[in-house]
């Protein structure tokens, strides 16, 4: 494979999670690589990752190739962790890494204040999907920002021009919620995807239902939040115009033969790219049939297109897809017959009785030998099985497969597993099939002067060009027969198990030399063996143990942070006298706050004893259209997502020294602009003080804290805030954010969200056990899913307030006038019971503590 200069198209960025997949992706020729180091920091815990031994190893095998490693740190930090992360990010620093992909934005300050040499990109959990957003984090000292995925190919040209490269995935699994909102892994068991252990909830059949009860999704939709899988292998050329830097393929919990297969399609697509030559028919249905045969859910590029339609999902099957490759044109029943289980007790042989049949398939594409297909009823996918194909067939032929029952004729047959790319992807991790680096040699062969071999990379590696030069025996005239140019080409250029390739010679030989080639052997040996360290030498411990302070304790690093919050403190003060607290006396006594939907439930709280109302720009954008007046002025609750068709609807409500819940960072950047009082909404998660000193240095004036924390961890942050800090005690938590409307899967959209009838209806998901997911969609067509049971963290209040929470938010988002008052009006009792000294009621019955007893792993 013909090394390229990287510049020319995105970045070819692999998934792996351990080092068998790690090889493959180098083999199959990936420009970077992203894995994970151990398995406490990153996003896909349950990976196989890197130990430290196997990690220096990938790193060295992969910088030997001119290709980059980044080590995922996308989750988010418990407070006591900071220290074990940061130690953790040096490590891997030491051992070669080249960037860290970072969710949590403490992890990130602190790893720009400690080391800012190191190279550090902001994760798609992070999400940032505007120019805005994107800008603020390149003046962070981010070098790349990963964007979120569902932005189309317009967004991402537009956010390009802020000079930050940008990372985008390009194939692979899509998630259905907004990356780093979503919370329905940890609301069903505890497995948070914040924190690398996401359960996937939204691959399981789900049924739509209307307030009624009636199951309202279409016929063979029973999961309705399963994405098909991002497929951009015929975008690459738009996404390159665009300004697109890295291309991304998802995958880290896949096996090699995915990474192998995916990566080499992707990489031979942009090496036509990169070489201006057109994609022959030939190759594109290589390409694709390749993608075809790994693991897929079908595939979709939707969003690319500034879609999110019915296009775009899998509502019938979340497992593996395969391609279609034929049909079942004829069954034979082959009966019965006893098979040998093995040994029982006393000695004796234990059978099983077994029943045989024949299918012939006709075949509309190729298959191999050894190929796994699927045969699926088209009535009853149900009754699938699977069987093999015993040779190679081409499209047009008849096969006749072994099955384990008949299977009725019009059964479609797909590929699901390819016998070939599961050899190479063997080969490749193994390290017998390599990928090699291009060099350019050069010898000289001059009488009476050493000899000597030069090798030059031939393209730029990330660290530059990279050459050496070994010298040997002097050159002597033959004794005998001269030795030719075409001699030192051949043995020169026998590189062994060397990580070199050679693509060209130039050789300087006098007429009448002579030389052992056992003597060329080892000069070319040395030179090999020279380059190795010339293109290691940037990445290895010594050059970069330079200026590399040691990792603070956690006694340090709390200390450092007590002198930095007296900075951020002085600096809050002079900007807004008053927001900033100081000390717990000077906090105000507490306010009940509830989030509201209309007018007349914000007067049912009011009267229930809210002193502080927010609402929904979708609330007040309606209340606006009919007139309708608020009892007081509510504080906007800004959207989860602020893409760049957002700012004008968005923008207005940010004003200067007024509130505004910010629920992203884009909407904080633009709040400390304009002089806003930004409150961080708890979807954008702080869980240790450093990222709550980073988000108060970037503007934020008040915090509430995410439904994730436990109780000691919610009193640990109230306790170092000097901003107000906001609990949501009473409500539904939101599950899931979708650029997709869920109500799609009942296949009734008319296409204007404001008249839609159906989002009108109090709509839910339906779960297996039972439990109904209220489900809102609201007027920019994104679904939001809430949690199957209310939260009541009203018996907790005692211990918060005491610890300095101050803003206690009943979310009425879904409730009536009447459910409305009686939810604010618990808590109102609760903090006015906490004031007295009293304990407040206990939990509602039906209720949820949330995380605050059982913390998320």
């Given at each position: 494979?013909?090394?390229?200069?990287?510049?020319?198209?995105?970045?070819?960025?692999?998934?792996?999670?351990?080092?068998?997949?790690?090889?493959?992706?180098?083999?199959?020729?990936?420009?970077a690589?992203?894995?994970?180091?151990?398995?406490?920091f990153?996003?896909?815990?349950?990976a196989?990752?890197?130990?430290?031994e196997?990690?220096a190893?990938?790193?060295?095998?992969?910088?030997?190739?001119?290709?980059?490693?980044?080590?995922?740190?996308?989750?988010v930090?418990?407070?006591?962790?900071m220290?074990?992360?940061?130690?953790?990010?040096?490590?891997?620093?030491?051992?070669?890494?080249?960037?860290?992909?970072?969710?949590?934005?403490?992890?990130l300050?602190?790893?720009?204040r400690?080391?800012?040499?190191?190279?550090?990109?902001?994760?798609?959990?992070?999400?940032?999907?505007?120019a805005?957003?994107?800008?603020?984090?390149?003046?962070?000292?981010?070098?790349?920002v990963t964007?979120?995925?569902?932005?189309?190919?317009?967004?991402?040209?537009?956010?390009?021009?802020?000079?930050?490269?940008l990372?985008?995935?390009?194939?692979?699994?899509?998630?259905?919620?907004?990356?780093?909102?979503?919370?329905?892994?940890?609301?069903?068991?505890?497995r948070?995807?914040n924190?690398?252990?996401?359960?996937?909830?939204?691959?399981?059949?789900?049924?739509?239902?209307?307030?009624?009860?009636?199951?309202?999704?279409?016929?063979g939709?029973?999961r309705?939040?399963?994405?098909?899988?991002?497929?951009?292998?015929?975008?690459?050329?738009?996404?390159?115009?665009?300004g697109?830097?890295s291309?991304?393929?998802?995958?880290?919990?896949?096996?090699?033969?995915?990474?192998?297969?995916?990566?080499?399609?992707?990489?031979?697509?942009?090496?036509?790219?990169?070489?201006?030559?057109?994609?022959?028919?030939?190759?594109?249905?290589?390409?694709?049939?390749?993608?075809?045969r790994?693991?897929?859910?079908?595939?979709?590029?939707?969003?690319?297109?500034?879609?999110?339609?019915?296009?775009m999902?899998?509502?019938?099957?979340?497992?593996?897809?395969?391609?279609?490759?034929?049909?079942?044109?004829?069954?034979r029943?082959?009966?019965?017959?006893?098979?040998?289980?093995?040994?029982?007790?006393?000695?004796?042989?234990?059978?099983?009785?077994?029943?045989m049949?024949e299918?012939?398939?006709?075949l509309?594409?190729p298959?191999?030998?050894?190929d796994?297909?699927?045969?699926?009823p088209?009535?009853?996918?149900?009754?699938?099985?699977?069987?093999?194909a015993?040779?190679?067939?081409?499209?047009?032929?008849?096969?006749?497969?072994?099955?384990?029952?008949?299977?009725p004729?019009?059964?479609?047959?797909?590929?699901?597993?390819?016998e070939r790319a599961?050899?190479?992807?063997?080969?490749?991790?193994?390290?017998?099939?390599?990928?090699?680096?291009?060099?350019?040699?050069?010898?000289?062969?001059?009488?009476?002067?050493?000899?000597?071999?030069?090798?030059?990379?031939a393209?730029?590696?990330?660290?530059?060009?990279?050459?050496?030069?070994?010298?040997?025996?002097?050159?002597?005239?033959?004794?005998?027969?001269?030795?030719?140019?075409?001699?030192?080409?051949?043995?020169v250029?026998?590189?062994?198990?060397?990580?070199?390739?050679?693509?060209?010679?130039?050789?300087?030989?006098?007429?009448?030399?002579?030389?052992?080639?056992?003597?060329v052997?080892?000069?070319?040996?040395?030179a090999?063996?020279?380059?190795?360290?010339?293109?290691?030498?940037?990445t290895?411990?010594?050059?970069?143990?330079?200026?590399?302070?040691?990792?603070?304790?956690?006694n340090?690093?709390?200390?450092?942070?007590?002198?930095?919050?007296?900075?951020?403190?002085?600096?809050?003060?002079?900007?807004?006298?008053g927001?900033?607290?100081?000390?717990?006396?000077?906090?105000?006594?507490?306010?009940?706050?509830?989030?509201?939907?209309?007018?007349?439930?914000?007067?049912?709280?009011?009267?229930?004893?809210?002193?502080?109302?927010?609402?929904?720009?979708?609330?007040?954008?309606?209340?606006?259209?009919?007139?309708?007046?608020?009892?007081?002025?509510?504080?906007?609750?800004?959207?989860?997502?602020?893409?760049?068709?957002?700012?004008?609807r968005?923008?207005?409500?940010?004003?200067?020294?007024?509130?505004?819940?910010?629920?992203?960072?884009?909407?904080?950047?633009?709040s400390?602009?304009?002089?806003?009082?930004?409150?961080?909404?708890?979807?954008?998660?702080v869980?240790?003080?450093?990222?709550?000193?980073?988000?108060?240095?970037?503007?934020?004036?008040?915090?509430?804290?995410?439904?994730e924390?436990?109780?000691?961890?919610?009193?640990?942050?109230?306790g170092?805030?000097?901003?107000?800090?906001?609990?949501v005690?009473?409500?539904?938590?939101?599950?899931?954010?979708s650029?997709?409307?869920?109500?799609?899967?009942?296949?009734?959209?008319?296409?204007?969200?404001?008249?839609?009838?159906?989002?009108?209806?109090?709509?839910?998901?339906?779960?297996?056990?039972?439990?109904?997911?209220?489900?809102?969609?609201d007027l920019?067509?994104?679904?939001?899913?809430?949690?199957?049971?209310?939260?009541?963290?009203?018996?907790?209040?005692g211990?918060?307030?005491?610890?300095?929470?101050?803003?206690?938010?009943?979310?009425?988002?879904?409730?009536?006038?009447?459910?409305?008052?009686?939810?604010?009006?618990?808590?109102?009792?609760?903090?006015?019971?906490?004031?007295?000294?009293?304990?407040?009621?206990?939990?509602?019955?039906?209720?949820?503590?949330?995380?605050?007893?059982?913390?998320?792993?």
């Amino acid at each position: 494979m013909a090394f390229r200069d990287t510049h020319d198209v995105p970045e070819l960025l692999a998934p792996a999670g351990g080092p068998e997949p790690f090889r493959a992706a180098l083999a199959a020729g990936a420009d970077a690589i992203f894995c994970g180091l151990g398995s406490d920091f990153n996003a896909r815990r349950g990976a196989r990752n890197f130990t430290y031994e196997t990690f220096a190893q990938a790193c060295r095998e992969a910088h030997l190739l001119g290709a980059r490693v980044y080590v995922t740190q996308n989750v988010v930090i418990k407070g006591d962790e900071m220290p074990r992360a940061l130690a953790l990010l040096r490590k891997a620093w030491l051992l070669g890494a080249d960037a860290f992909i970072i969710q949590d934005w403490g992890l990130l300050a602190e790893a720009r204040r400690l080391w800012p040499r190191i190279e550090c990109h902001i994760s798609t959990q992070a999400n940032v999907h505007d120019a805005r957003a994107t800008r603020w984090c390149g003046e962070l000292g981010a070098e790349r920002v990963t964007l979120s995925r569902e932005l189309s190919v317009a967004e991402i040209g537009r956010i390009a021009r802020e000079g930050v490269e940008l990372e985008s995935f390009g194939h692979g699994a899509l998630c259905f919620c907004y990356s780093g909102v979503c919370m329905m892994s940890s609301l069903r068991g505890g497995r948070s995807a914040n924190r690398g252990l996401c359960a996937q909830p939204c691959r399981l059949p789900y049924d739509l239902v209307d307030g009624d009860g009636n199951v309202i999704s279409a016929p063979g939709a029973g999961r309705p939040l399963c994405p098909k899988d991002f497929r951009t292998l015929d975008d690459l050329p738009r996404l390159t115009a665009a300004g697109l830097g890295s291309l991304k393929v998802e995958g880290r919990m896949k096996a090699p033969d995915y990474v192998y297969s995916v990566i080499s399609a992707y990489r031979a697509q942009l090496d036509d790219l990169a070489a201006g030559r057109e994609v022959t028919e030939a190759d594109e249905a290589a390409r694709s049939r390749t993608l075809a045969r790994a693991f897929n859910r079908d595939f979709t590029n939707s969003y690319l297109d500034g879609r999110s339609d019915n296009d775009m999902m899998s509502y019938d099957r979340s497992n593996n897809r395969g391609e279609l490759v034929g049909t079942v044109v004829a069954t034979r029943d082959l009966g019965s017959a006893k098979v040998r289980r093995g040994g029982g007790s006393g000695g004796r042989d234990r059978f099983r009785t077994v029943t045989m049949a024949e299918v012939d398939v006709r075949l509309d594409a190729p298959v191999g030998a050894g190929d796994l297909l699927e045969v699926r009823p088209q009535d009853d996918p149900s009754q699938f099985l699977t069987t093999r194909a015993e040779a190679d067939a081409a499209g047009g032929d008849v096969i006749c497969c072994k099955t384990a029952r008949p299977m009725p004729a019009g059964c479609p047959v797909r590929v699901i597993r390819s016998e070939r790319a599961m050899d190479e992807a063997a080969r490749a991790a193994s390290g017998e099939k390599r990928r090699r680096l291009p060099v350019r040699v050069a010898v000289t062969a001059r009488v009476g002067r050493p000899f000597a071999v030069t090798l030059t990379c031939a393209a730029p590696l990330p660290s530059g060009v990279a050459s050496a030069t070994a010298e040997g025996f002097v050159v002597e005239p033959a004794r005998t027969r001269a030795v030719t140019r075409e001699d030192l080409v051949e043995h020169v250029g026998r590189m062994g198990t060397s990580p070199f390739e050679p693509v060209a010679f130039d050789v300087d030989l006098d007429e009448g030399a002579g030389m052992g080639f056992s003597a060329v052997h080892k000069v070319r040996a040395q030179a090999c063996d020279l380059l190795e360290q010339a293109i290691l030498a940037p990445t290895s411990d010594a050059a970069r143990k330079e200026g590399l302070a040691d990792v603070p304790d956690a006694n340090a690093l709390a200390a450092e942070l007590r002198r930095a919050r007296g900075r951020v403190r002085k600096a809050l003060a002079e900007e807004a006298p008053g927001i900033a607290a100081g000390a717990p006396a000077a906090r105000p006594a507490g306010e009940v706050c509830a989030l509201v939907p209309t007018p007349e439930v914000a007067r049912a709280a009011v009267a229930a004893g809210a002193t502080r109302l927010y609402a929904t720009p979708d609330a007040l954008a309606q209340a606006r259209g009919r007139g309708a007046a608020w009892p007081m002025e509510p504080v906007p609750w800004l959207d989860e997502v602020c893409r760049e068709v957002d700012h004008d609807r968005l923008d207005p409500l940010v004003r200067e020294g007024c509130p505004c819940g910010v629920g992203n960072v884009s909407e904080l950047v633009l709040s400390r602009e304009r002089g806003a009082l930004a409150e961080v909404r708890p979807c954008i998660p702080v869980h240790n003080p450093s990222c709550l000193l980073a988000l108060e240095e970037a503007g934020a004036r008040g915090v509430w804290l995410s439904p994730e924390l436990t109780l000691g961890e919610a009193c640990e942050l109230a306790g170092a805030s000097d901003v107000p800090v906001g609990l949501v005690v009473s409500g539904r938590t939101c599950a899931m954010t979708s650029e997709h409307c869920v109500l799609q899967v009942a296949n009734r959209c008319i296409h204007d969200c404001a008249n839609c009838r159906l989002r009108q209806e109090r709509c839910a998901l339906g779960t297996r056990d039972g439990s109904l997911m209220p489900v809102r969609t609201d007027l920019e067509g994104r679904s939001h899913i809430y949690a199957a049971h209310p939260l009541d963290a009203t018996p907790q209040m005692g211990e918060l307030f005491s610890a300095g929470v101050t803003r206690f938010m009943a979310d009425c988002t879904l409730l009536g006038e009447a459910e409305a008052g009686a939810q604010v009006a618990r808590v109102a009792a609760a903090l006015a019971a906490v004031r007295a000294g009293r304990k407040p009621a206990p939990r509602a019955k039906g209720a949820t503590s949330g995380h605050l007893f059982v913390g998320i792993e």
